[in-house]
Every structure is written in C-alpha cells, then in structure tokens.
C-alpha cells in the first residue's frame, strides 16, 4: 500500500486577521477530531498585518468553540503557494479573483470560493467582519464550520 501525503489546503481573505483564521481553526479542529491528516494553512492578499496575530474577535469567536488560535501570525500570500498546496480556497470574490490574477500559469493547485463548499450558499461571499460587531464573527464562524464539514468528507474522500 502506498502513503499519499495529505491533502494541503489553504484559506485566503484579504486581512489574515478574521475570516481565514477561523476557516484554518474550523478545519483544523474538524480534522483532528475525525484523525483525518491535512496540512492547513491561511494568508492574506494584503501585506497590512503581516507578523499580527487574528483579530481579538475572531480569537473570542474561536475560544467559544474551544480553539485557541492565539498563536496564530498573518502572512502574505506568495507565489509559492501555488506550488506547495494542493487547493487555495478564498473567501469572498475578490480574494478569488486577486489569487487568479497572480496564479502562475500551469500551476496544479485548485482554487475554489469557500461557500461554494455550502450547500445552497454557493457562489456567496464570507462577509467581510472587520468593520462590524461581534455578531459578524458568529456568522463567519458558522460558514466556516459548515465548509470544514464539506471539505472534511470531499478530502477524505479524494484520498
Ligand atoms: P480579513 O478582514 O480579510 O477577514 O482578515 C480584514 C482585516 C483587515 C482589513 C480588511 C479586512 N483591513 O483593511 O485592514
């Protein structure tokens, strides 16, 4: 039998401060607790927090659920990336759209939009939360929670 590495996936916003911190941490979390091996990661299109933790709303938002994400630091997507995972999944349209735009030609990797791993949000933006309260975290929490769950079967399956 032969062992194929795991799956990598990363999840991109612009900020790497709220929305895809949470999609790491509910994919990370929703992985460990089925003993499904993945490599996660998540970055940003923007440089403006690189080197910052998440955003102290996403880090209440994920300690509700039990995941410290504290530890967490913002990076810059790099044209690397493209290389090294198998599936960059971005959070809203625009992310989508910047990622295809610095996509080197060729590259293997599949891009998708995060909701479109929902049933009936496909196609959806992960509203930005950043100028809001903290009920826009909640909702960002819940989409991503329901993408990790899809994600979670789509990728074992593949395997
Ligand atoms: P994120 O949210 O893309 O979900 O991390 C944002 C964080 C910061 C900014 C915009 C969005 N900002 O403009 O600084």
């Known amino acids: 039998m032969t062992s194929r590495p795991p799956p990598r996936v990363l999840f991109v916003c612009l ?94 990797v599949r891009l998708s939009l995060l909701l479109d791993h929902v049933a009936g949000l496909e196609g959806e933006d992960v509203e930005d939360p950043y100028y809001g309260g903290a009920e826009g975290f909640a909702t960002t929490w819940d989409q991503v929670r329901r993408a990790a769950d899809t994600l979670l079967r789509e990728l074992s399956a593949s395997d």
């Open 15 to 108: 900020g790497n401060i709220c929305r895809s911190p949470l999609a790491e941490a509910a994919l990370r979390d929703a992985a460990e607790r089925a003993s499904v091996a993945l490599t996660i990661d998540s970055a940003g299109t923007g440089s403006w927090h690189v080197g910052k933790g998440p955003d102290p709303r996403s880090r209440a938002e994920a300690l509700r659920h039990g995941i410290d994400i504290a530890h967490y630091r913002a990076r810059q997507v790099t044209r690397g990336d493209f290389e090294r995972f198998d599936h960059i999944i971005a959070m809203d349209r625009q992310n989508l759209a910047d990622l295809e735009a610095m996509a080197p030609s060729g590259a293997g």
